[in-house]
C-alpha cells in the first residue's frame, strides 16, 4: 500500500494505491471527501482522500508515510462515509538492499538478464534486468512490487518479453542519487551492505 501526495500538483488530496489497476476502466464511487477506485473485476486498487489538511497534517511530498494514528483516522472516514471495508497498512520497506543469487541471460533478448535476487526475510524474486552491468554477487538496490520511485513511477509484477519479473534492479539515475553517472547500469552497492535493510540515499 502507498500513500502518495503532492499538494501543488494534485491538490490537497491523499492518494492511496493498493493494486495496479493493469490500465483497465475504472469505476469511481465518492461519497463526501472519500473516493474508492475499483478496476473492472471489482477489486478496490485506490483510495482518494480529498481536503485532507482538514484532517491530517502531511509531511512531504510524493510518498508519505502514514502513522497509525493516522491510520486510524483515514479508516474513520472511510467508515463515516460510508464504506465497509478498511485500511492495513503495510509497514515493510519497499526499495532494499538485494542480492542477485543467480544471473542466467534471458532466452529471448541479447541484452536482458534473468536474475534471482533475494530481498528481505530469505523471500527472492525473479527480476528481469537490462543493465549491462548486472552479475550474480552483487549487492544492489531493489524496487519490489508495491514500491513508488522518486519520479512516481509504481512497480508491479509483470513480464518481460514473455518472462515473469517482480520488481526491478535500480540506477542511481532511477533512485535520484546526488551526482548519477548518466552511464546506464544499475547502482552497484558495497559488500557490507545488509541485504533487506531499507535503502536511503
Known sequence: MIFAY???????????IIADDKGTENTVSRK???AQIKDESGQIVAWNFFHISDHLTIEGNGQVTISEEQLAELNRLIKEAGFE???EKDNQPKIVVGYVKTCEPHPDSDHLSVTETEVDGGEVLQIVC?????EAGQKVVVAKPGAMMPDGMMIWPGELRGVKSDGMICSAKELHVPNAPEKKGILVLPED???GEAFKN
Request: overall charge negative.
Open 6 to 16: 503532492n499538494r501543488a500538483h494534485v491538490g490537497d488530496t491523499l492518494m492511496v
Open 85 to 87: 471495508e478498511t485500511l
Open 32 to 34: 463526501w471527501n472519500v
Open 193 to 195: 551492505a545488509i541485504v
Open 130 to 134: 537490462g543493465a549491462p552491468n548486472i
